[in-house]
């Protein structure tokens, strides 16, 4: 069997690397002229990190990312609704990861260079379309950077891995429309900062309507880390207004976020002072799509963003994406023909998926912090008060099961 894969994103690159370590041959097509450290921060849960661990990618990431110790959910105004361990402190046997989300990239990348050879990975090559017949499919990849002449390859299986405007996606449903958006603008920025709290944290502040999240994405060095920050804030009604373009490389100026960001309170951050050292802000819209009735057809499929792109709530999305890596891969090398594979692939992670991205849509775990925004908007004296230590467990930890990375203990703060 050979396998087409159209996008290196993380879960692209990361299939590429699940399929070789099953003897699987795979090639990948980029649309980019290069495999860039595009974005800023994510985080990657436990139960993805697991996946990249046996691939052998631990040691990599500790060079360049953070292993989260503790994520704490605030109000607005800086009033702690819930905290808890996370990763190896919850009991995981593997870490969550805060990095950015270019290097987790590049480790991923290298490391299919690596045991793949530089000549698995063709960039500048946009998926076009593609044929199918009995015996496999015939994919074209038109010369996205220089305008030069189209190419074709076939093989036995095509997986659309390029991302919420997948070309995969849109071949399949062609009236599907642009992305759903809900007027959100997320503003984005990372600088080298004095170590905050333990190095380790993470925090959350507001809910889905007014929010910003805060965490390092690089070791420290110096007294110093790179301190990645995110302010998500309504500020237009989608009935009536097009969402901004959503590409990484589009900057926001500081006179436009700096208002925004005043709003929020961290206990021990200058958020105002953050802001202002960021040299580069980007914007992009908060946006995701309608959960597809299918996502195969005959021997092509679609993974991560391209099948379930998701609001970043939760910190699920490339997680997600590597979870259906994994699983994708270990159906290509079980199954006895391959549209089996795929059948079983989306049979288990379409609505495991779908229900994710119908939760985001409505704050994930960080709900906790609307519902006690709802309750008391003009502050408390007792979270208890507002809203049950068991009722904010409830939430926090119902979305964690869901997700599938439930911790072994989960205390939170009373």
């Given at each position: 069997?050979?396998?087409?894969?159209?996008?290196?994103g993380i879960g692209g690159l990361t299939?590429?690397l699940m399929l070789h370590a099953r003897?699987?041959?795979?090639?990948?097509?980029?649309?980019?002229?290069?495999?860039?450290?595009?974005?800023?921060?994510?985080?990657?849960?436990?139960?993805?990190?697991?996946?990249?661990?046996?691939?052998?990618?631990?040691?990599?990431?500790?060079?360049?990312?953070?292993?989260?110790?503790?994520?704490?959910?605030?109000?607005?105004?800086?009033?702690?609704?819930?905290?808890?361990?996370?990763?190896?402190?919850?009991?995981?046997?593997?870490?969550?990861?805060?990095?950015?989300?270019?290097?987790?990239?590049?480790?991923?990348?290298?490391?299919?260079?690596?045991?793949?050879?530089?000549?698995?990975?063709?960039?500048?090559?946009?998926?076009?379309?593609?044929?199918?017949?009995?015996?496999?499919?015939?994919?074209?990849?038109?010369?996205?950077?220089?305008?030069?002449?189209?190419?074709?390859?076939?093989?036995?299986?095509?997986?659309?891995?390029?991302?919420?405007?997948s070309a995969g996606r849109r071949h399949?449903?062609?009236?599907?429309?642009?992305?759903?958006?809900?007027?959100?603008?997320?503003?984005?920025?990372?600088?080298?900062?004095?170590?905050?709290?333990?190095?380790?944290?993470?925090?959350?502040?507001?809910?889905?309507?007014?929010?910003?999240?805060?965490?390092?994405?690089?070791?420290?060095?110096?007294?110093?880390?790179?301190?990645?920050?995110?302010?998500?804030?309504?500020?237009?009604?989608?009935?009536?207004?097009?969402?901004?373009?959503?590409?990484?490389?589009?900057?926001?100026?500081?006179?436009?976020?700096?208002?925004?960001?005043?709003?929020?309170?961290?206990?021990?951050?200058?958020?105002?002072?953050?802001?202002?050292?960021?040299?580069?802000?980007?914007?992009?819209?908060?946006?995701?799509?309608?959960?597809?009735?299918?996502?195969?057809?005959?021997?092509?499929?679609?993974?991560?963003?391209?099948?379930?792109?998701?609001?970043?709530?939760?910190?699920?999305?490339?997680?997600?994406?590597?979870?259906?890596?994994?699983?994708?891969?270990?159906?290509?090398?079980?199954?006895?023909?391959?549209?089996?594979?795929?059948?079983?692939?989306?049979?288990?992670?379409?609505?495991?998926?779908?229900?994710?991205?119908?939760?985001?849509?409505?704050?994930?775990?960080?709900?906790?912090?609307?519902?006690?925004?709802?309750?008391?908007?003009?502050?408390?004296?007792?979270?208890?008060?507002?809203?049950?230590?068991?009722?904010?467990?409830?939430?926090?930890?119902?979305?964690?099961?869901?997700?599938?990375?439930?911790?072994?203990?989960?205390?939170?703060?009373?």
């Amino acid at each position: 069997m050979t396998v087409l894969i159209a996008g290196a994103g993380i879960g692209g690159l990361t299939t590429a690397l699940m399929l070789h370590a099953r003897g699987i041959p795979v090639e990948i097509y980029e649309a980019a002229r290069e495999v860039r450290e595009v974005g800023v921060g994510i985080n990657v849960l436990p139960h993805a990190i697991r996946e990249l661990a046996a691939l052998g990618l631990l040691d990599a990431l500790d060079k360049v990312g953070v292993r989260t110790r503790k994520l704490t959910y605030l109000t607005k105004r800086g009033q702690e609704v819930w905290s808890e361990l996370r990763g190896m402190h919850a009991g995981h046997d593997v870490p969550q990861f805060s990095i950015h989300r270019g290097r987790l990239q590049k480790v991923i990348h290298d490391a299919v260079v690596d045991r793949l050879g530089h000549k698995a990975v063709h960039v500048g090559r946009r998926l076009a379309g593609f044929i199918q017949d009995d015996g496999g499919v015939t994919a074209h990849f038109t010369d996205s950077v220089l305008g030069g002449d189209a190419i074709s390859h076939r093989a036995e299986v095509l997986i659309c891995a390029d991302g919420i405007h997948s070309a995969g996606r849109r071949h399949f449903y062609p009236n599907e429309g642009a992305p759903s958006w809900q007027g959100v603008v997320m503003w984005r920025g990372a600088t080298d900062w004095p170590v905050w709290e333990d190095g380790e944290s993470m925090a959350i502040g507001g809910g889905l309507g007014g929010k910003l999240v805060l965490y390092p994405i690089a070791p420290a060095a110096k007294g110093k880390q790179l301190m990645n920050w995110v302010v998500n804030v309504r500020i237009k009604d989608p009935a009536v207004s097009t969402p901004p373009p959503d590409s990484w490389s589009r900057k926001a100026p500081l006179s436009e976020v700096l208002p925004h960001a005043l709003r929020f309170s961290v206990p021990g951050m200058d958020i105002g002072a953050l802001v202002k050292a960021t040299d580069t802000i980007f914007e992009y819209p908060m946006a995701d799509r309608d959960p597809l009735p299918r996502w195969t057809f005959g021997r092509v499929t679609l993974l991560g963003d391209a099948a379930h792109p998701m609001y970043p709530v939760g910190s699920n999305g490339a997680s997600q994406a590597i979870l259906d890596a994994r699983y994708l891969a270990d159906q290509l090398a079980m199954a006895e023909h391959p549209r089996a594979a795929l059948w079983q692939y989306e049979k288990e992670r379409l609505p495991k998926t779908a229900e994710v991205v119908h939760t985001n849509r409505i704050g994930g775990p960080e709900r906790v912090i609307d519902e006690v925004e709802r309750l008391a908007p003009a502050g408390f004296r007792s979270i208890d008060s507002v809203l049950s230590h068991e009722d904010r467990k409830a939430i926090v930890g119902g979305y964690a099961t869901m997700a599938g990375y439930a911790r072994v203990r989960l205390s939170g703060t009373r």
